[in-house]
T-cell receptor, first 110, second 112 residues
Framework: ELKVEQNPLFLSMQEGKNYTIYCNYS?????LYWYRQDPGKSLESLFV?????AVKQEGRLMASLDTKARLSTLHITAAVHDLSATYFC??????????FGTGTSLTVIP | DAGITQSPRHKVTETGTPVTLRCHQT?????MYWYRQDPGHGLRLIHY???????DKGEVSDGYSVSRSKTEDFLLTLESATSSQTSVYFC???????????FGPGTRLTVT
């Protein structure tokens, strides 16, 4: 069974600061997904990374994938309050099952 | 937004009663999934389907069954609900290329 670990689980950061969320997974995969979830809401797709070395950016968020290290990062640049949410990474295995990390709860403090 | 609906959106039921949750899609996507979300556990896969009448178990399938008689509908049944099945249930879909996974709005189930 594929295991996905995220860290940190909780992150409190000041506006304007930079930080990185890490996502490690246990078996080979070249499909990595990042989602955002606001309280009481469903999951919203942020990034889909489909190859080693893939990098995608949207606004203050940038995601990357290193399939050899089985590691993805979600980098936050100059955080703003609107980025406060829970972020999940997910990995798809060869059986097309998607496994999720436990999530990183991000709070951006003014 | 992907066309996924879930019903009911909220349900309170008693221990021992059967419960069926419905996921309906208008995207004609091949793959459909049921997840439960609990604090500290993220999302865990219950069952999934890769076509009409083709289903398989996920990591937390005990106490749950599924059926998919049409491409657009994927039903999750709790045979005899228990308090440990109190959770938020999400349906998700993915197309043939599996380039992304789209989520429904979720169903909040409380078993008393």
């Amino acid at each position: 069974e594929l295991k996905v670990e995220q860290n940190p689980l909780f992150l409190s950061m000041q506006e304007g600061k930079n930080y990185t969320i890490y996502c490690n997974y246990s078996t080979t995969s070249d499909r990595l997904y990042w989602y955002r979830q606001d309280p009481g809401k469903s999951l919203e797709s942020l990034f889909v990374l489909l190859s080693n070395g893939a990098v995608k950016q949207e606004g203050r968020l940038m995601a990357s994938l290193d399939t050899k290290a089985r590691l993805s990062t979600l980098h936050i640049t100059a955080a703003v309050h609107d980025l406060s949410a829970t972020y999940f990474c997910a990995v798809a295995n060869t059986g097309n099952q998607f496994y999720f990390g436990t999530g990183t709860s991000l709070t951006v403090i003014p | 937004d992907a066309g996924i609906t879930q019903s009911p959106r909220h349900k309170v039921t008693e221990t021992g009663t059967p419960v069926t949750l419905r996921c309906h899609q208008t995207e004609n996507h091949r793959y459909m999934y049921w997840y439960r979300q609990d604090p500290g556990h993220g999302l865990r896969l219950i069952h999934y389907s890769y076509g009409v009448k083709d289903t398989d178990k996920g990591e937390v399938s005990d106490g749950y069954s599924v059926s998919r008689s049409k491409t657009e509908d994927f039903l999750l049944t709790l045979e005899s609900a228990t308090s440990s099945q109190t959770s938020v249930y999400f349906c998700a879909i993915s197309g043939y290329t599996l380039r992304d996974l789209y989520f429904g709005p979720g169903t909040r189930l409380t078993v008393t």
